[in-house]
């Protein structure tokens, strides 16, 4: 009954029904697992549903399509012409969801020929890396960087105390912008300056707003994977 229903669809097929359906199953559940590990570990303003979705459509795809190859060298070519047609126009913010990306590439290959030995470890390994990684966020200089601002009253007579306060509360500082406001009586300062790690970051905003002739006080993270 099988092979009736493949001499029906033409010839040159390469795999059997069950092994399209078992190759497709592995592909998506194994894509599941890809997209919950980017989302879990994922770090920074530049989430995106629409980039989990696609990492499962990916797997998946790339697994049908490498049954649709199967051993032949003219679909091959053939596919790589089709796909020179489409432009993806989509900027990858994050350059760590390029990685995801070519997971999801390696996985859903490595389904699509039946290597389900491959598929999986390749999944366990990778998504292990990016769990240990995220834990102990590997790579990160320093935890505790920060773009401060605010505004200074020329009128003051109290500047080094805000000075002395910076100094004392930070590992290094350095002010990076100072610009007088549109009245000219103030004038907006932006710091760049690591907090030193007994410091808490409340605290530190709430004291300097206190000090005579500062206002508007801003304290933003200097992360570099805070993305948007």
């Known amino acids: 009954m099988e092979n009736q229903i493949l001499e029906a669809f033409g010839t040159g097929f390469n795999s059997s029904i069950i ?3 078992l190759n497709s199953f592995v592909a998506f559940v194994l894509s599941l697992v890809i997209a919950f590990t980017y989302k879990k570990t994922h770090q920074g303003l530049s989430y995106s ?4 979705l696609t990492l499962i459509f990916l797997t998946i ?3 049908f399509v490498m049954m649709v190859i199967g051993n032949s060298l003219t679909r091959a070519f053939a596919l790589v012409g089709a796909l020179s047609i489409i432009r993806f126009r989509t900027v990858v913010k994050d350059t760590k969801d390029t990685a995801y990306v070519f997971m999801a590439l390696a996985v859903g ?4 020929t039946a290597n389900y030995f491959i598929a999986l470890y390749a999944t366990v390994f990778l998504s292990t890396i990016a769990w240990v990684l995220f834990k102990f966020n590997f790579g990160l200089q320093r935890s505790s960087d920060f773009i401060l601002r605010f505004f200074y009253a020329k009128s003051s007579d109290n500047d080094e105390q805000y000075v002395n306060y910076i100094n004392k509360q930070s590992e290094t500082n350095a002010l ?3 610009e ?3 009245d000219g009586d103030r004038l907006h300062l932006t710091y760049d300056l690591s907090l030193r790690e007994e410091v808490d970051v409340n605290d530190f905003i709430n004291q300097i707003s206190q000090m005579d002739g500062i206002s508007e006080v801003v304290l933003v993270s200097a992360k570099n994977d805070v993305n948007y």
Do not use: N, T
């Open 19 to 21: 092994e399209v359906m």
């Open 49 to 52: 549903q629409s980039f989990v």
């Open 61 to 63: 795809i790339i697994g």
């Open 109 to 112: 290959m490595a389904a699509g």
């Open 176 to 178: 990076l912008h100072m």
């Open 180 to 182: 007088p406001s549109g």
